[in-house]
């Protein structure tokens, strides 16, 4: 069965601290894999998207990384800002078919 | 940009409405989606279109239709709305499986 599964569930974090979010997936074939950023009340915005033969993938403070071979990527995020509490979810897609498979979402809070 | 326009951010209808949700899409994309998101349940599928005419069941479809006459317009239908269906309601847009999605900004439908 294709699975998206995400974690922590929800993390709190000191503003200036770094995180790291996790994606594990059991979807098969593979196609790519998204991170999305979504903010309360808005729709998901995508951060960065990573295919098969992509290890690193960067987009400002926030650093995806992936292994093929164990199905998990992984969402970096530096130095937090209060602008980073948020939703973030973990979509990956199959190379047949037309489907997505959404992860449930890891909730963000970065405190003062 | 693709922009994926939602036309109502709030709603709140009475049980038994007939609901309309209307989304546009402005990138000539072939696939459209309608997904309900609820705390602890991430995005649910519940109709895509792959072409104008086209739809397809997605995971959770009972009690909404949808309707695609134009490539850019993918409209859901509550035939008769239920407090149940209280939810935020997210259309997406997407070329094909490879590119992802984009977005709307969704809308919280609140059915009384």
């Known amino acids: 069965k294709n699975q998206v599964e995400q974690s922590p569930q929800s993390l709190i974090i000191l503003e200036g601290k770094n995180c790291t979010l996790q994606c594990n997936y059991t979807v098969s074939p593979f196609s790519n894999l998204r991170w999305y950023k979504q903010d309360t009340g808005r729709g998901p915005v995508s951060l960065t998207i990573?295919?098969?033969?992509?290890n690193t993938k960067s987009n400002g403070r926030y650093t995806a990384t992936l292994d093929a071979d164990t199905k998990q990527s992984s969402l970096h995020i530096t130095a937090s800002q209060l602008s980073d509490s948020a939703s973030y979810i973990c979509v990956v897609s199959a190379s047949t078919g037309n489907q997505f498979y959404f992860g449930t979402g890891t909730s963000l809070t970065v405190i003062p | 940009d693709v922009k994926v326009t939602q036309s109502s951010r709030y709603l709140v209808k009475r049980t038994g409405e007939k609901v309309f949700l209307e989304c546009v899409q402005d990138?000539?994309?072939?696939?459209m989606f309608w997904y309900r998101q609820d705390p602890g349940l991430g995005l649910r599928l519940i109709y895509f279109?792959?072409?104008?005419?086209?739809?397809e069941k997605g995971d959770i479809p009972e009690g909404y239709s949808v309707s695609r006459e134009k490539k850019e317009r993918f409209s859901l239908i509550l035939e008769s709305a239920s407090t149940n269906q209280t939810s935020m309601y997210l259309c997406?847009?997407?070329?094909?499986?490879?590119?992802?999605?984009?977005f709307g900004s969704g809308t919280r439908l609140t059915v009384v």
């Open positions: 990138m000539d994309h072939e696939n």
């Open positions: 990573m295919t098969f033969s992509e």
């Open positions: 997406a847009s997407s070329l094909s499986t490879g590119y992802g999605y984009t």
């Open positions: 279109s792959y072409d104008v005419k086209m739809k």
